[in-house]
């Protein structure tokens, strides 16, 4: 899921279809995930986080996968609704320090088709 | 619960105007805040963080500056806007945390 140019990366599926949202991360370091779904005109809303002893973690309809080897991300979203319509984003924190600093990938627009 | 806050929600400004955005948080204390631009179609850019009063941390350079007067106010300025610097502003809050909310953002067109 990284931009290429200026377009965001897009997924299209329809109604009730499982969705994969890949992202690719940077940091080695980086110890702590999160992914975030922003809709038109809104801020960011938190979804899900993973620590890097995990590889998985499940919440509502929503599952992260990580894979450290490979340095990937991947969301999955089961029985995906029109209301899942957004783009998403995925971020890793800066580890160490105070400030809790996280590094935003440049998203993926996901459209759910009725 | 903790609510933030942003202000106002879309501006129009000309080239050359001053800037004042507003970001507010309830409901915590000593929150880390956080400024990001986001232009149309990208992701999030860190503009400035803060983990205290009068604490402002600069991650680009840039026509903008940020201020914390205030434990639970975070604001953003500028004395010329380019036209480079429309965009969409968010302002977030983390405590303790990696997470960090974020506030429904303001809208700014410089024309």
């Known amino acids: 899921g990284e931009s290429v140019g200026l377009h965001l990366p897009t997924l299209s599926v329809q109604e009730g279809d499982n969705s994969i949202i890949n992202c690719a991360y940077s940091?080695?370091?980086?110890?702590?995930f999160i992914w975030y779904k922003q809709e038109s005109g809104k801020g960011p809303q938190f979804i899900i986080d993973?620590?890097?002893?995990?590889d998985k973690r499940q919440g509502q309809r929503v599952t992260v996968l990580l894979n450290k080897t490979v340095k990937h991300l991947s969301l999955q979203i089961a029985a995906t609704q029109p209301g899942d319509s957004a783009v998403y984003f995925c971020?890793?924190?800066?580890?160490?320090?105070?400030?809790?600093?996280?590094?935003f990938g440049k998203g993926t627009l996901l459209t759910v088709n009725p | 619960s903790q609510t933030i806050h942003q202000w106002p929600a879309t501006l129009v400004q000309p080239v050359g105007s001053p800037l004042s955005l507003e970001c507010t948080v309830e409901?915590?204390?000593?929150?880390?805040l956080y400024w990001y631009r986001q232009a149309a179609g990208r992701g999030l850019q860190l503009l400035f963080y803060?983990?205290?009063?009068?604490?402002i941390s600069s991650e680009v350079p840039q026509n903008l500056s940020a201020s914390r007067p205030q434990d639970r106010q975070f604001i953003l300025s500028s004395k010329k806007l380019l036209l480079s610097d429309s965009g969409f502003y968010l302002c977030?809050?983390?405590?303790?945390?990696?997470?960090?909310?974020f506030g429904p953002g303001t809208r700014l067109t410089v024309t």
């Open positions: 977030a809050w983390s405590y303790s945390s990696y997470e960090q909310y």
């Open positions: 940091n080695s370091a980086s110890d702590y």
């Open positions: 993973i620590r890097s002893n995990m």
């Open positions: 971020a890793e924190n800066e580890s160490g320090g105070s400030n809790y600093k996280l590094t």
């Open positions: 409901g915590t204390s000593n929150p880390n």
């Open positions: 803060s983990v205290g009063i009068g604490q």
